[in-house]
């Protein structure tokens, strides 16, 4: 075993056994505040008045970053392993409901801007990169993946066949209703809302409403010459 991989376990044993102390204290003030103290040793950074409520799960917690004022709720599992170039950015007053499973896989970025809403039971998965901007609201149920199985080869496997990963952008002030599928290599423009079961499978423009499988722009919230 070389130095890399020697110090890569002794930071995977401390981060279970902090995890596994502190992750099912009662969420009351002294389980909120010892988290807080412990997770520190262990994330790349959190910052202050973070809230973490009992039975939250982080695996490659040195490449997770917590800005402030951020509520992250029971159930919630965050994944940053599987490369060490990886990077899962919370900013400051994100709010990540129940039971949201964010992901990196490999050498991959996820980044959730600052005052962004992530609802119930949402999956946010890799390994392309994602990118969520500031003030989105994005409604339980909906799945975000950056990636999409090859499967041109009718004899091979599909899951044998690899994955492409373009990555995926959710500019400022988007809202994703309930059960929103956005697909690998999509931009959804600023100020755009998605209706409620659509999936986005090509880009958004700015400021637009989209509805239906596969999702398709209804209107403008602003005049066409403006977008």
């Not at 505040?33 to 997770?39: A, D, E, S």
């Not at 695996?59 to 917590?66: K, L, N």
């Amino acid at each position: 075993m070389n130095k890399k991989q020697y110090s890569a376990r002794l930071q995977r044993l401390q981060e279970i056994l902090l995890t596994t102390l502190l992750g099912d204290i009662p969420t009351i003030a002294l389980g909120v505040k010892l988290r807080n103290f412990g997770y520190r040793r262990i994330l790349a950074q959190i910052g202050n008045s973070v809230y973490i409520q009992d039975g939250v799960e982080f695996i490659g917690t040195s490449c997770i970053e917590i800005g402030t004022d951020v509520y992250i709720f029971k159930g919630v599992r965050i994944d940053g392993r599987g490369h060490r170039n990886n990077k899962i950015y919370l900013g400051n007053k994100v709010a990540i409901e129940r039971n949201v499973d964010i992901g990196s896989l490999k050498d991959t970025c996820i980044h959730i801007d600052d005052d962004t809403f992530i609802g119930t039971d949402v999956c946010i998965e890799g390994p392309g990169d994602i990118k969520i901007g500031k003030k989105c609201i994005i409604a339980a149920h909906s799945g975000i993946y950056a990636n999409n199985h090859n499967f041109a080869d009718p004899i091979e496997p599909i899951k044998e066949q690899g994955v492409t990963s373009k990555g995926i952008v959710i500019e400022d002030d988007c809202w994703l209703g309930h059960g929103v599928t956005v697909l690998d290599g999509v931009t959804i423009g600023k100020g755009s809302v998605i209706g409620a079961g659509a999936v986005v499978n090509k880009d958004i423009p700015p400021f637009s409403v989209a509805v239906g499988v596969p999702a398709r722009v209804v209107k403008s919230r602003i005049s066409q010459d403006l977008i």
